[in-house]
Every structure is written in C-alpha cells, then in structure tokens.
Nanobody, 127 residues
Framework: VQLQASGGGLVQAGDPLRLSCASS??????????MAWFRQAPGKEREFVAY????????QYADSVKGRFTISRNNARKMLYLQMNNLEPGDTAAYYC???????????????????WGQGTQVTVSS
C-alpha cells in the first residue's frame, strides 16, 4: 500500500484547507484498512488528529480539532480527506495520512497501530 498526501499550503488564521490522501496497491481494498491523519510540528512529537474506520461508521478526533476538522473517505476512489476549517496558528505542522488493519479495541490515536504512512504535506497557518 502506498499513500500520497497533498493539499497543504500557507493560509491565514480562520481560513479553510482540505487535505487529500491517495491510496494505491493491490491489497488496499481487500484488507479494509482504517485510516487516520497525524501531524508533527517542528520540535514536537507526532500527534493524532483524526481517525475513520473502513465503512465510515466511526470517526474520532483529537480534542484540539473537534468541531473544526472533518475526516472522510471515498473507498471506491481510494481517497482519504481532511477538511480543516477555522485554522489556527497552532495547527501549523506537517500532516501525515496513515492506514492500518486495526484490531477491535485498538487505540486509534497511537501511531504504531498504523502500518502505512504517506510522505506528509506541510500546513502553515499565519496569524
């Protein structure tokens, strides 16, 4: 499975931005991967942003982005999205998409649960 994140850029506080993550690989559809977005700011550890399961029946968000970010996916197109509204300077980071075959009861906010990672796309929010 290969993941390619895109859509990052330089925006002003309060602006929206939509990230995309394209998936490829023969096994992606058959294994029904859960997917997530993480982010990493300079000098900080990678942190969980949002999660969505295979059939889009379950989503979870970090408290810092609840009500502002929305994760979604289109399995037919093998695409993952992150709609980010009302961006804040604290959202500045490299954003990574991830995929994994999480077992029931797994912690969805733990990066080690995900097998595959995209290369990251930079989001910079100016005040």
């Amino acid at each position: 499975v290969q993941l390619q994140a895109s859509g990052g850029g330089l925006v002003q506080a309060g602006d929206p931005l939509r990230l995309s993550c394209a998936s490829s690989g023969r096994t992606f559809g058959s294994l029904r991967y859960a997917m997530a977005w993480f982010r990493q700011a300079p000098g900080k550890e990678r942190e969980f942003v949002a999660y969505i399961n295979w059939n889009r029946g379950s989503t979870q968000y970090a408290d810092s982005v609840k009500g502002r970010f929305t994760i979604s996916r289109n399995n037919a197109r093998k695409m993952l999205y992150l709609q980010m509204n009302n961006l804040e300077p604290g959202d500045t980071a490299a954003y990574y998409c991830a995929a994994g075959n999480l077992a029931e009861g797994s912690r969805v906010d733990i990066s080690s649960e995900y097998y595959y990672w995209g290369q990251g796309t930079q989001v910079t929010v100016s005040s």
